[in-house]
């Protein structure tokens, strides 16, 4: 059943279906939040997300397209929280931290040691949006090119190189960090 079936079903009044829009869609979306805010909040942002769309779904003017549909939310949840992260660095005069990525170190890290998946993970959270999308796309989602560039509305191209990008920044980042050592 495609996605448009599925919304179709929701505004008719059948609500379960959009439980199963939520389990297609729930990864994806919570990639692009931690993409976006590297936080332990990624998770609630995305669970906004989903409630924000099942609130909105019936002014979805073309079903088939839930997906960047769902996105467009998600990308205004992410910049509205970010938004009142900076007042609140503001007016508290304090630097918040970025909780840790722990969700990806399984694809991309692999069999490294607690430490060293500490420190690949800080690397991840410290390049930049775009090419961190692409790296938990890939290894937290286990996207193909041709998902991710559908996904983000690229061309395949474009992922490959944001990828090859986002690898050699870290490999870069890490060689630093051994030869400091």
């Keep these: ?31 692009m939040c931690q993409s976006r805010v590297c936080s332990s909040d990624a998770d609630d942002l995305a669970q906004d997300v989903f409630l924000r769309g099942y609130a909105r779904l019936s002014t979805l003017s073309n079903p088939e397209q839930f997906g960047s549909w769902l996105r467009g939310i998600a990308h205004n ?38 430490d060293e998946r500490a420190i690949v993970i800080q690397q991840v959270a410290a390049i930049p949006e775009d090419l961190r999308e692409v790296v938990l796309l890939r290894y937290y989602e286990n996207l193909t090119y041709d998902e991710m560039a559908q996904w983000l509305g690229v061309a395949r191209a474009t992922v490959n190189e944001r990828l090859a990008k986002a690898r050699a920044l870290l490999r870069i980042r890490l060689a630093k960090l051994r030869s400091d050592i």
Aim: glycine share 8%; aromatic share 6%.
């Design 1 to 31: 059943m495609t996605d448009g079936e599925l919304v179709r079903r929701v505004v008719a009044g059948e609500t379960a279906a959009y439980g199963e829009l939520a389990r297609r869609w729930f990864r994806r979306i919570l990639a």
């Design 77 to 114: 949840i992410c910049v509205d929280w970010c938004r009142d992260r900076v007042r609140q660095k503001q007016a508290m005069g304090t630097e918040h931290r970025h909780a840790a990525l722990a969700d990806i170190t399984e694809g991309l890290c692999g069999t490294l040691a607690e």
